[in-house]
C-alpha cells in the first residue's frame, strides 16, 4: 500500500493505491484525519486506485474517522475509485455516511469530484439519488394501481381543460 496527501487550495487530496486490507485502510484513514486537523481544509478528496474494495471495513472506525473530519470544519468529503468494484464500494459507504448526517459524496471521477467538493460544481453534475437508485413504484404500474384501489396510496388525479 502506498498513499500520498497533498494540500489543494480548497481541500486535501489523499490518493491511496494498491490497499489490500482492512488495516490498511483504517491506516490511510488515519493520515488523512491527521493530516486535515493539520491543514484544516474545509474539503478531502479521497482518490482510491487499485484497491480492495470495502464493504464491511471495522465500519464503526472508519466512520469515526469520517465523523473526525466532518466536524472539525464541517468539510465535504468525496470518494473516487478506479474500478466498478471500488465504485459500488464507495457508493455504500457513501449512503450509510449520509445516514449519520454527514456530507460524504461518491464520484466516478475526479474532476467531477473536485467541482463538487470546491462548490463550483452544479446539482446536475453530481450523481443524483435518483441515478443511484430508481424509486420501486416506477418499475410497477400494477402494484401502484393495486395500491391506489386499497386506498394505500392517494391516486393522482389529472383534469384536462
Known amino acids: 500500500m502506498q498513499y500520498r ?14 490497499n ?14 491527521r493530516e486535515s486537523a493539520a491543514h484544516e481544509r474545509p474539503a478531502v478528496l479521497l482518490d482510491i486506485r487499485s484497491s480492495r ?8 472506525r472508519l466512520f469515526e474517522y469520517f465523523t473526525e473530519l466532518s466536524n472539525r470544519t464541517s468539510c465535504r468529503i468525496a470518494l473516487v ?6 465504485q459500488l464500494s464507495h457508493d455504500y ?8 448526517q454527514l456530507n460524504v459524496e ?11 467538493l470546491t462548490g463550483n460544481g452544479h446539482a446536475a453534475e453530481r450523481r443524483s439519488h435518483a441515478e443511484r437508485r430508481q424509486r420501486p413504484e416506477a418499475h410497477f404500474p400494477e402494484q401502484r394501481a393495486q395500491q391506489e384501489r386499497r386506498g394505500d396510496r392517494p391516486a393522482v388525479k389529472s383534469s384536462l381543460v
Open 5 to 18: 496527501i497533498s494540500v489543494a487550495p480548497h481541500y486535501l487530496r489523499a490518493h491511496l493505491l494498491g
Open 20 to 33: 489490500e486490507t482492512a488495516e490498511e485502510m483504517l491506516e490511510f484513514f488515519g493520515a488523512v484525519a
Open 53 to 60: 474494495a470495502i464493504f464491511h471495513v471495522g465500519a464503526r
Open 81 to 86: 475509485g478506479d474500478t466498478s468494484e471500488l
Open 93 to 100: 459507504l457513501a449512503l450509510l455516511a449520509r445516514q449519520l
Open 106 to 116: 461518491s464520484f466516478r471521477d475526479e474532476a467531477a469530484a473536485v467541482k463538487w
